[in-house]
């Protein structure tokens, strides 16, 4: 069966138990669940995402997510975007999104202790992050924003073809739209995100999807998340402790920001708040830039990556 956004006329709601064999369940989130599944006259498989619309979990009697999701991905089409196949009905009046099925996700990779060092490998993760940022940037391109990328949120099949999926924060954007910043998991949130910004004028943008995916490839090359904070604040202190203090010529928005003095208050005196000194203006001499850090960051990953592959012939 084609994917919705190929199809030439409108389409209806399949009942799902006379369409799909049932296999077992392999996940399940605040939302619904995730069944494995077999198109009965196809045999291909399919993941297929139940809804849930009851009182309990949704007061409006469908998630606005799951309506997102289903949106968005019927404009986009790219190996490495998911493919919802189609939407169907069960008879308990339930909502079911057929997917493609993929065998894994990026996170139970990498914490399983086998799989971590198949993946870790220098060649391996040029390829997991090439596929990333192709399917990335053919979403910005047709003017989409994930806003949740995350180990946990990125598919692989059998073959290795890496898969962004959960598109259910995802939205449009453009130059004028104000935006929440209350999106991103908290470990791959940009700072822009953690400091208030809602605008394009703020730095809300592609820029914000670029950095979570820059945290998973650091994740992909450690094993491990680089920037574990457990509040936002803590979060903050991360980000500046690993990448420099932040100055109004390495980042000329950002005392712009909502939150900036917020953040920039907090002081060693704040104890209370579980939180380091922030790293503000008064401290910069003796510190390289933001921005000299970032340099610095990247241009060491891609000297790590390179001087792996070379020893390992990869």
């Known amino acids: 069966?084609?994917?919705?956004?190929?199809?030439?006329?409108?389409?209806?709601?399949?009942?799902?138990?006379?369409?799909?064999?049932?296999?077992?369940?392999?996940?399940?989130?605040?939302?619904?669940?995730?069944?494995q599944a077999t198109e009965k006259y196809t045999k291909d498989a399919r993941a297929l995402k139940r809804v849930k619309t009851?009182?309990?979990?949704?007061?409006?009697?469908?998630?606005?997510?799951?309506?997102?999701?289903?949106?968005?991905?019927?404009?986009?089409a790219h190996e490495n975007v998911v493919t919802l196949h189609e939407v169907l009905t069960d008879g308990d009046g339930g909502v079911i999104s057929s997917f493609e099925f993929c065998a894994h996700d990026l996170a139970g990779l990498?914490?399983?202790?086998?799989?971590?060092?198949?993946?870790?490998?220098?060649?391996?993760?040029?390829?997991?992050?090439?596929?990333?940022?192709?399917?990335?940037?053919h979403a910005h391109a047709h003017g989409v924003l994930h806003r949740d990328i995350k180990a946990a949120n990125l598919l692989v099949t059998q073959s290795g073809?890496?898969?962004?999926?959960?598109?259910g924060l995802a939205r449009t954007y453009e130059s004028d739209s104000k935006l929440t910043n209350r999106v991103a998991t908290l470990w791959y949130r940009a700072p822009e995100l953690l400091l208030g910004a809602?605008?394009?004028?703020?730095?809300?943008?592609?820029?914000?999807?670029?950095?979570?995916?820059?945290?998973?490839?650091?994740?992909?090359?450690?094993?491990?998340?680089?920037?574990?904070?457990?509040?936002?604040?803590?979060?903050?202190?991360?980000?500046?402790?690993?990448?420099?203090?932040?100055?109004?010529?390495?980042?000329?928005?950002?005392?712009?920001?909502?939150?900036?003095?917020?953040?920039?208050?907090?002081?060693?005196?704040?104890?209370?708040?579980?939180?380091?000194?922030?790293?503000?203006t008064s401290t910069l001499s003796s510190r390289r830039s933001y921005g000299e850090n970032i340099a610095s960051m990247a241009w060491g990953a891609r000297s790590l990556i390179s001087t792996q592959v070379l020893r390992s012939g990869g």
Request: overall charge negative.
């Open 1 to 35: 069966m084609r994917p919705l956004k190929d199809r030439g006329k409108p389409w209806t709601l399949r009942d799902v138990g006379s369409t799909y064999d049932y296999e077992k369940t392999v996940g399940e989130g605040v939302y619904g669940e995730v069944f």
């Open 54 to 76: 009851d009182n309990a979990t949704e007061r409006e009697g469908f998630p606005i997510t799951a309506l997102r999701e289903a949106n968005v991905l019927k404009r986009l």
């Open 110 to 137: 990498i914490e399983s202790p086998k799989m971590n060092l198949l993946i870790k490998r220098p060649a391996r993760v040029r390829s997991l992050a090439r596929q990333l940022f192709a399917g990335i940037d």
């Open 161 to 167: 073809v890496l898969k962004i999926a959960d598109w």
């Open 198 to 280: 809602t605008r394009c004028s703020d730095g809300y943008g592609p820029a914000l999807d670029a950095w979570s995916c820059g945290c998973l490839v650091a994740e992909l090359l450690r094993g491990a998340p680089i920037l574990p904070g457990n509040t936002e604040i803590e979060q903050v202190d991360l980000i500046f402790a690993l990448c420099g203090s932040p100055t109004v010529e390495s980042w000329p928005s950002g005392p712009n920001l909502p939150l900036w003095e917020t953040f920039e208050s907090c002081v060693e005196s704040t104890s209370e708040l579980g939180c380091r000194r922030w790293r503000g």
